[in-house]
């Protein structure tokens, strides 16, 4: 019995002894396994707190700020400051309802070295606001942009700039935020009565203090038949009011040297608008204000005119100020594109060829009968009465997209990006509403050139019924763009972008 008993002791023993050994083999392969796994996603954890502490060690670190006026979106909300982004691009421009005014606004921006993108309404109301730090509207009608952005693209813009994106609104991008518009400045617009709505050429400006005017020694800047503010409220801020209008400036179609020898009183009576440049006198000019967090900034004076030196001062220093982050110490960089030009077409270059050739005709017939001339290569100067705005757009524009269908200069497009099938639809499209377009385009100038030796011309209503019948037809019952002329230069704008983003 008691070897038995010894037995099973000695038993339990070397069982007891080999589970402890067992166990001490898997602890140890434990370790040499498990250990390297942990450490393994230890280290990747830390390597992923370390990579977000560097984001937000970039993210929190801060610009270059004017010591006096920090932008809005720097300022304390609560107890908190807001910071800027640095991963949002600097500027959004509209293109929409822009025409003209958009080629010269990116050409001006281009001069000045300035970053920028294009964008539409509907690129707008999906959002797309979300990537950029400031929002510049050009000119254009105000009522036109307001209705291609539609509720959501007008909602879309306010949000951003609620929550501290920047806004600039030149000219009719102005008007566009009063509260004749989507109200980011609780200020309006004078009535067409009350203004004098044809001022076109160089003004002197009595400039505020502020930084946005660094590096400008002489105010002298140009206006381009701009609306006028009501008196500024007071929760906005007067930048800049008018001086003077120069001499070599026009009140409709008449020189502000020659109004002043005749006597304007006697050719406001005779024109039934008012034209004497002196009424601009200490009238707002550029205004600034804050909606929610973010600035707002409003010009009728086109600091975008290529060519100004004075104007492209105000825009880096206009984009050191609502898009802080980018310097204008450093000159943006192009890439060289690399991609295939368009195919040479012997059909292509005959339609492109034929709406040049019809332009240049309706330019040359107004031209000849002393309706117009070029005030600069993008801008028409013209008698009171008929459309030049328009026809100089028309002409500005074939021209641009001209030149970048079959020019040598480095704008053309390229054909990896584009439905060449569509592109030939388009022109041809384009070719086929421009060529009628012109026709009746030229009787009507020539029969408002030789009403005008018999009466004064308005370029709203007009005694010859002819007259009346033509000018409906072409451009509608409003001084915005309307009629035959609306439908022929919706598809030349959406021509002309497409090219633009692809080059």
Same mark, same amino acid.
């Given at each position: 019995?008691?070897?038995?008993?010894?037995?099973?002791?000695?038993?339990?023993?070397?069982?007891?002894?080999?589970?402890?050994?067992?166990?001490?083999?898997?602890?140890?392969?434990?370790?040499?396994?498990?250990?390297?796994?942990?450490?393994?996603?230890?280290?990747?954890?830390?390597?992923?707190?370390?990579?977000?502490?560097?984001?937000?060690?970039?993210?929190?670190?801060?610009?270059?700020?004017?010591?006096?006026?920090?932008?809005?979106?720097?300022?304390?909300?609560?107890?908190?400051?807001?910071?800027?982004?640095?991963?949002?691009?600097?500027?959004?421009?509209?293109?929409?309802?822009?025409?003209?005014?958009?080629?010269?606004?990116?050409?001006?921006?281009?001069?000045?070295?300035?970053?920028?993108?294009?964008?539409?309404?509907?690129?707008?109301?999906?959002?797309?606001?979300?990537?950029?730090?400031?929002?510049?509207?050009?000119? =254009?009608?105000?009522?036109?942009?307001?209705?291609? @952005?539609?509720?959501? =693209?007008?909602?879309?813009?306010?949000?951003?700039?609620?929550?501290?994106?920047?806004?600039?609104?030149?000219?009719?991008?102005?008007?566009?935020?009063?509260?004749?518009?989507?109200? @980011?400045?609780?200020?309006?617009?004078?009535?067409?009565?009350?203004?004098?709505?044809?001022?076109?050429?160089?003004?002197?400006?009595?400039?505020?203090?502020?930084?946005?005017?660094?590096?400008?020694?002489?105010?002298?800047?140009?206006?381009?038949?701009?609306?006028?503010?009501?008196?500024?409220?007071?929760?906005?801020?007067?930048?800049?009011?008018?001086?003077?209008?120069?001499?070599?400036?026009?009140?409709?179609?008449?020189?502000?040297?020659?109004?002043?020898?005749?006597?304007?009183?006697?050719?406001?009576?005779?024109?039934?608008?008012?034209?004497?440049?002196?009424?601009?006198?200490?009238?707002?000019?550029?205004?600034?204000?804050?909606?929610?967090?973010?600035?707002?900034?409003?010009?009728?004076?086109?600091?975008?005119?290529?060519?100004?030196?004075?104007?492209?001062?105000?825009?880096?220093?206009?984009?050191?100020?609502?898009?802080?982050?980018?310097?204008?110490?450093?000159?943006?960089?192009?890439?060289?594109?690399?991609?295939?030009?368009?195919?040479?077409?012997?059909?292509?270059?005959?339609?492109?060829?034929?709406?040049?050739?019809?332009?240049?005709?309706?330019?040359?017939?107004?031209?000849?009968?002393?309706?117009?001339?070029?005030?600069?290569?993008?801008?028409?100067?013209?008698?009171?009465?008929?459309?030049?705005?328009?026809?100089?757009?028309?002409?500005?524009?074939?021209?641009?997209?001209?030149?970048?269908?079959?020019?040598?200069?480095?704008?053309?497009?390229?054909?990896?990006? @584009?439905?060449?099938?569509?592109?030939?639809?388009?022109?041809?499209?384009?070719?086929?509403?421009?060529?009628?377009?012109?026709?009746?385009?030229?009787? @009507?100038?020539?029969?408002?050139?030789?009403?005008?030796?018999?009466?004064?011309?308005?370029?709203?209503?007009?005694?010859?019924?002819?007259?009346?019948?033509?000018?409906?037809?072409?451009?509608?019952?409003?001084?915005?763009?309307?009629?035959?002329?609306?439908?022929?230069?919706?598809?030349?704008?959406?021509?002309?972008?497409?090219?633009?983003?692809?080059?």
């Amino acid at each position: 019995m008691d070897k038995i008993y010894n037995f099973m002791v000695d038993r339990i023993k070397d069982s007891v002894k080999i589970f402890f050994r067992t166990t001490a083999v898997y602890r140890l392969l434990g370790v040499l396994i498990c250990n390297p796994v942990i450490l393994f996603k230890r280290s990747c954890f830390e390597w992923v707190v370390i990579k977000q502490n560097m984001r937000n060690l970039r993210e929190t670190t801060t610009w270059r700020i004017h010591p006096q006026e920090k932008p809005m979106a720097y300022r304390k909300t609560g107890s908190q400051h807001r910071v800027k982004d640095v991963s949002k691009r600097a500027c959004a421009l509209l293109w929409d309802e822009s025409f003209a005014w958009g080629l010269m606004a990116r050409q001006a921006l281009t001069e000045a070295g300035l970053p920028f993108d294009l964008l539409r309404s509907e690129e707008i109301s999906g959002g797309a606001l979300s990537r950029y730090r400031m929002l510049y509207v050009p000119g =254009g009608w105000a009522s036109q942009k307001l209705f291609a @952005l539609g509720d959501r =693209g007008q909602e879309e813009i306010k949000r951003f700039v609620e929550e501290g994106g920047s806004y600039l609104g030149i000219c009719g991008g102005a008007g566009m935020a009063t509260e004749d518009g989507i109200g @980011l400045l609780p200020i309006r617009r004078k009535p067409t009565t009350e203004r004098v709505p044809s001022v076109s050429g160089p003004v002197r400006l009595s400039l505020a203090g502020h930084r946005i005017w660094q590096g400008v020694d002489t105010p002298i800047f140009f206006a381009w038949w701009p609306s006028q503010f009501q008196a500024a409220d007071q929760r906005t801020r007067v930048l800049a009011c008018y001086e003077e209008v120069m001499p070599d400036a026009f009140s409709s179609d008449i020189s502000v040297a020659d109004g002043r020898v005749i006597d304007w009183p006697a050719l406001e009576t005779r024109y039934g608008i008012l034209l004497d440049p002196a009424r601009l006198h200490g009238e707002p000019a550029v205004l600034e204000g804050h909606f929610g967090r973010g600035n707002v900034f409003l010009s009728l004076i086109h600091f975008d005119t290529p060519g100004d030196p004075n104007g492209a001062a105000v825009l880096r220093n206009l984009w050191d100020y609502l898009a802080s982050g980018w310097s204008s110490e450093s000159p943006v960089k192009k890439a060289r594109s690399r991609r295939r030009p368009l195919p040479d077409s012997a059909e292509f270059r005959d339609v492109i060829d034929g709406i040049k050739t019809a332009v240049s005709d309706l330019i040359s017939t107004g031209s000849r009968n002393f309706l117009w001339y070029w005030r600069n290569p993008l801008l028409l100067q013209w008698r009171r009465g008929v459309r030049g705005l328009e026809y100089g757009t028309l002409a500005v524009m074939m021209e641009e997209i001209g030149k970048r269908l079959g020019g040598n200069d480095g704008r053309q497009a390229h054909a990896s990006s @584009l439905d060449l099938l569509r592109l030939r639809k388009d022109t041809s499209e384009i070719r086929d509403q421009l060529i009628p377009f012109i026709e009746k385009a030229k009787r @009507l100038v020539i029969r408002e050139r030789f009403y005008m030796n018999t009466a004064t011309l308005s370029p709203v209503e007009c005694a010859d019924p002819e007259i009346n019948r033509l000018r409906l037809e072409l451009f509608g019952s409003a001084m915005s763009h309307g009629g035959d002329f609306k439908q022929l230069i919706d598809p030349i704008d959406r021509l002309l972008f497409n090219l633009i983003r692809d080059s």
